[in-house]
């Protein structure tokens, strides 16, 4: 065989092997708010790709809209700017901080005012500091740009430092569906004010980044702590889902020399990384709060910057693995997931069953029946009608079996499924023949 037709089988066969090794593993979906799913993470999707471990599908848009997706079936991870809440729609996932950013106020690189003390953006965004002229800038009013979603990771993490609680109202009257509009916004308005990350605007042109109490934010304040304003970035996931090990993989690799590389290249600092910033983290808030005056407010998280048991383990597990406070969240954690699958498998028995209870406390019954309770409960047999399903526009097959409690292993064995893919009008069964 010549020498050059050789070459080419060889360049053909080598881009076949790396193909085959780039479609190796399923397809992730990551969505959730700009911070974690554009910039370092795009990076870090890549490295994972290239690893053979599949693709990462990102879908930037906002923190709720990643948490209600991972929640609902119809994405594999979260990228949010916030813990979790406390709320059972969040009960069930796992909330895994992967990375330190800082929280920055921007403008148009045409307004002079380049500095602001705590307090001033406290007062700001508390609407008692309406224009310019009162914080040294010019006689105009201060347009305050925020986010629409209550449940906004960015706003909420900033919020939370200025008012001791996540859902405080602000004095923000021009609302965006995420904070890459609102950069937009800002480059075209010099009377704007609005916040975003470091990850996001560093070495943005187009962008002024304000100086806090004369410290102004970069890779070296934010790891230092000496730049107040930052807040954990995390990945979130739902162990009960179809490929809920495959994006705790993702979550792990992260962790990676590759991934941690990929985060300071975009000036954040690795979760593991910010001991020092997690450990100063209630002293800061505390301080914040007292600056501003104002006071926390009450919540069922943690008084870490964790807010589920998945979060707790991984943070203290990369400050000290071997104590018995990792230990301790170690348990933490697989008790929520025996407590999840638990009561999972209670929906599942109770399914089709009916009861009743009656309190008979009339003044004619008094004696013997007095206060007696009485209950009765039936199971009534499933309708031949329900033992199928036929798949509406939105359907996964996640969603399917959670709302008809079953398996989704199950429902691929029952309808000789290959994959997690479904189509509308397609028609499932829910029970063995």
Known sequence: MPVRPLRLFAVCL?????????????????????ATTRGMIEEVAKAWAKGGHGKIDLQPFNTASGLDAVAHGTADIAGSARPGDGSAAEAGLTFT?????????ITH???HV???????????????????SEIGGPNEPIDVYAVASPGDGIEYSLRKLLFGRGNQPVAAPRLYVNTAKLEEAVTLDPKALGVTTLSRVAGNGK?????????APSAATLASGSYKLYTPLYLVTNPSSPHGAQAQAFVDFVASDKATA?????????????????????????????EVGAHAAPEPTPSTPIAAPGA????????????????????????RRAKTAELAAAKASLKGVSGEAVTVDAAAARGHDFAKVTASASVKATA??????????????????RSHAVDVADLRAWNHLKGDAVKPGQVLRLARR
């Open 97 to 105: 901080p992967v990375a330190w950013d800082a929280l920055v106020l």
């Open 14 to 34: 080598g881009a076949c092997l790396t193909t085959a090794a780039l479609a190796a593993g399923p397809t992730l979906v990551l969505r959730g708010d700009v």
């Open 262 to 290: 990929a985060m300071r290249s975009h000036n954040a600092v690795p979760f593991a990384s910010g001991t020092a910033l997690a450990s100063a983290d209630s002293s800061r808030r505390a301080q914040i709060l007292a």
């Open 312 to 335: 707790t383990y991984a943070s203290r597990a990369a400050i000290a693995p071997t104590s018995e406070r990792t230990a301790e969240a170690r348990r933490a954690l697989e008790e």
């Open 207 to 215: 962008i002024k980044m304000i100086r806090i109490d004369g410290t």
């Open 109 to 111: 690189p045409s307004n």
């Open 384 to 401: 031949k009608h329900a033992r199928t399903y036929k798949v509406a526009k939105g359907d996964t097959l996640f969603s399917i079996a």
């Open 114 to 132: 380049g500095n602001l003390s705590l307090k001033q953006v406290h007062d700001i965004y508390y609407g008692k500091i309406t224009n310019w």
